[in-house]
């Protein structure tokens, strides 16, 4: 399961960072002819993008506050869900299967994921890093 999991999140990691930096690089005109969304709006999603992608990777691999990796997956499931409605309204209805899939999957990471962190955090013995010891004066 672990395994799924890092391969969901690193094809989603390079959507997401693909797709944010995407927004980034293009013109709020280029962006706003398809999307009828604020440029400002835009540009916040990418940015939001990018750190989602960092997020699902970055805390895991490092193992540092692995608490980030499900939160970072349920910000870009809301995400997603607005991009559902957003194709949905503008009429695309067979198209919005894509952004439906990847909210899927970002969910099952945010699930997936946060099960992990609770068990962790519940105090397994095995996750909690020991104490350092003192050293002894006497001898």
Excluded: H
């Amino acid at each position: 399961m672990t395994v799924a999991l890092w391969i969901v999140q690193g094809l989603l990691a390079g959507l997401f960072l693909f797709a944010g930096v995407a927004k980034l690089i293009m013109t709020v005109e280029e962006m706003t002819k398809e999307i009828p969304l604020p440029g400002a709006f835009l540009r916040f999603i990418a940015v939001a993008e990018i750190f989602g992608a960092i997020g699902l990777i970055l805390p895991g691999l490092l193992r540092i506050k692995p608490s980030l990796t499900p939160l970072s997956a349920a910000g870009l499931t809301i995400i997603m869900i607005g991009a559902t409605v957003i194709t949905l309204i503008g009429g695309g209805g067979a198209f919005a299967l894509f952004p439906v899939t990847v909210g899927i999957l970002a969910a099952s990471i945010a699930y997936g994921r946060g099960r992990a962190v609770s068990y962790r955090i519940a105090g397994s013995s095995r996750d909690i890093a020991p104490r350092p010891r003192r050293l002894s004066t006497a001898s």
